[in-house]
C-alpha cells in the first residue's frame, strides 16, 4: 500500500528494464488521469484504456508509440484447393511501442470481470486472454522484438457487498473492497506466491472512491497482465 489508499504494483518475468519503465509510466498516467477529473479510463472499453498505454510510452525520453496500424497476420483459416501465397493477411496490430533499446507490439484484450461472493472471478479474465492470446500469435516475427498478449482486466464488485455499515448504497467501504481486492489478486497471480514470475501491473487509485461507481457496481482499479509470445509467422522467402 502507498499513500492516499493508492495500491498500485509492477513486475516484470525476466531482468527486463524496458518494459518495467513502460508498465511504471503507465500507472503513473493513470494516476495522472484519475488526480485529473472524477473519472477513470478503465470503465469504457478496450481502445479508451490502450491508449493510456501508448500515452504512457510517449512520456519516456526517446519513445515512441504507434496504435491500431495496418500490417500483415498470419492467415489463420485456408480454403481447401486455394493457394494463398505466403498464407499471410492484412489486418492490424493493436500497438506498437519502441524505446531506444528495444522494441514491443501489443494484441490486447479487456475483461470487465465480476468478483465478490458469488462470482468465480476469472472467467472473462480467462476467454479475453485466449483471444489476445491468439491474436498476438497472428503478428509476424518480425514486427517487434517483444510480442505480447496484453490482458487489462477490470474487477467490478456489486454495491451491495462493499457498503459501509449504516451507509447508504453509493457509499463504499475502503476494508471492504480491500477484503475481496485481495484474495483475487492473489488468485490471478499478482500478489502473493509466484507473482515475481509473472508480467503485469496494477493500480486502484483511492481505494473506496465513490466516484468509480455505476449501474450497482464499483470499479476500484485495472490490471494489466502479459503473455509473451516467442513463435510468431514468419514470412516466406521468394
Not at 498516467?29 to 498505454?53: G, K
Not at 501489443?106 to 476467454?127: T, V, W
Amino acid at each position: 500500500m502507498v499513500a492516499e489508499s493508492t495500491w498500485t504494483s509492477v513486475s516484470t518475468q525476466e531482468p527486463n528494464a524496458e518494459l518495467h519503465k513502460l508498465l511504471t509510466a503507465w500507472l503513473a498516467t493513470i494516476e495522472r488521469y484519475t488526480t485529473s477529473f472524477q473519472d477513470n479510463p478503465w470503465w469504457y472499453n478496450e481502445r479508451a484504456i490502450l491508449s493510456t498505454l501508448a500515452g504512457a510510452a510517449w512520456t519516456l525520453d526517446g519513445w515512441v508509440a504507434l496504435e491500431e496500424f495496418t500490417t500483415s497476420k498470419r492467415m489463420r483459416t485456408l480454403s481447401p484447393g486455394v493457394d494463398h501465397g505466403d498464407k499471410l493477411r492484412n489486418g492490424r496490430c493493436d500497438l506498437y511501442v519502441r524505446s531506444p533499446e528495444i522494441s514491443f507490439a501489443f494484441e490486447a484484450k479487456q475483461a470487465n470481470q465480476p468478483i465478490g461472493a458469488r462470482a468465480d472471478g476469472y472467467s472473462y479474465i480467462a476467454l479475453a486472454k485466449q483471444a489476445a492470446w491468439h491474436d498476438a500469435g497472428d503478428l509476424q516475427a518480425h514486427e517487434a522484438n517483444c510480442r505480447f498478449a496484453a490482458t487489462f482486466v477490470v474487477p467490478t464488485i456489486p454495491l451491495k457487498e462493499v457498503c459501509p455499515e449504516g451507509g447508504k448504497l453509493g457509499d463504499v467501504c475502503e476494508a471492504k473492497v480491500k477484503s475481496y481486492l485481495e484474495p483475487w489478486l492473489e488468485s490471478i497471480g499478482c500478489i502473493g506466491d509466484g507473482s515475481a514470475d509473472r508480467d503485469f501491473a496494477f493500480i486502484f487509485p483511492r481505494i473506496g472512491n465513490a466516484d468509480y461507481c455505476n449501474k450497482g457496481r464499483h470499479y476500484p482499479g485495472v490490471v494489466l497482465l502479459l503473455e509473451q509470445r516467442l513463435r510468431a509467422t514468419r514470412r516466406s522467402a521468394a
